[in-house]
T-cell receptor, first 113, second 112 residues
Framework: SQQGEEDPQALSIQEGENATMNCSYKTSINNLQWYRQNSGRGLVHLILIRSNEREKHSGRLRVTLDTSKKSSSLLITASRAADTASYFCATDAWPNYGQNFVFGPGTRLSVLP | NAGVTQTPKFQVLKTGQSMTLQCAQDMNHEYMSWYRQDPGMGLRLIHYSVGAGITDQGEVPNGYNVSRSTTEDFPLRLLSAAPSQTSVYFC???????????FGQGTRLTVV
């Protein structure tokens, strides 16, 4: 299985601080994505990084990918209370490109006002 | 644009009962999938479809059936519910060649 594993399982920070969560996976991938899940809701896509990319930015989000270590990190800068959610990494690989996403167990982020 | 719609949102079943979880998308996406989410385990793929008439098994298919007669709909059937199927079920869809998945709001199923 190429299941991703997020680290830490839970993270609690103050508003305005940066939050970093990590994801490790087991096999070669095509893409790695990060999703956010607010309590009781579905997952929302945040950002995708391809296997030939090393870093990507989107607003307050920065994602890095190290394929040699099979790991990725998601950095949320200047966190807000509204960032409180669970964050999941998801990978897909040939021949299931774009079809079967393998999700990690997630990181629960709490941003305290 | 409704996106991915799942019904019902909540359901309680008795052991041995059958039911169908509905999923519909209005984005003309080729790919549709069903996941279950259990505490501490992330999402696990049950079944998926790459187009109308084509389905395949995921990681945890036992006890579930699917069919895809139209592009829009991808129902998930529980044949004989068991307490181990208590979970939150998510339907997702995506465009062929694009990996961003769109998720429904989930169905919380309890089997007693």
């Amino acid at each position: 299985s190429q299941q991703g594993e997020e680290d830490p399982q839970a993270l609690s920070i103050q508003e305005g601080e940066n939050a970093t969560m990590n994801c490790s996976y087991k096999t070669s991938i095509n893409n790695l994505q990060w999703y956010r899940q607010n309590s009781g809701r579905g997952l929302v896509h945040l950002i995708l990084i391809r296997s030939n990319e090393r870093e990507k930015h989107s607003g307050r989000l920065r994602v890095t990918l190290d394929t040699s270590k099979k790991s990725s990190s998601l950095l949320i800068t200047a966190s807000r209370a509204a960032d409180t959610a669970s964050y999941f990494c998801a990978t897909d690989a040939w021949p299931n490109y774009g079809q079967n996403f393998v999700f990690g167990p997630g990181t629960r982020l709490s941003v305290l006002p | 644009n409704a996106g991915v719609t799942q019904t019902p949102k909540f359901q309680v079943l008795k052991t041995g009962q059958s039911m169908t979880l509905q999923c519909a998308q209005d984005m003309n996406h080729e790919y549709m999938s069903w996941y279950r989410q259990d505490p501490g385990m992330g999402l696990r793929l049950i079944h998926y479809s790459v187009g109308a008439g084509i389905t395949d098994q995921g990681e945890v298919p036992n006890g579930y059936n699917v069919s895809r007669s139209t592009t829009e709909d991808f129902p998930l059937r529980l044949l004989s519910a068991a307490p181990s199927q208590t979970s939150v079920y998510f339907c997702a869809s995506s465009l062929k060649g694009r990996t961003e998945a769109f998720f429904g709001q989930g169905t919380r199923l309890t089997v007693v």
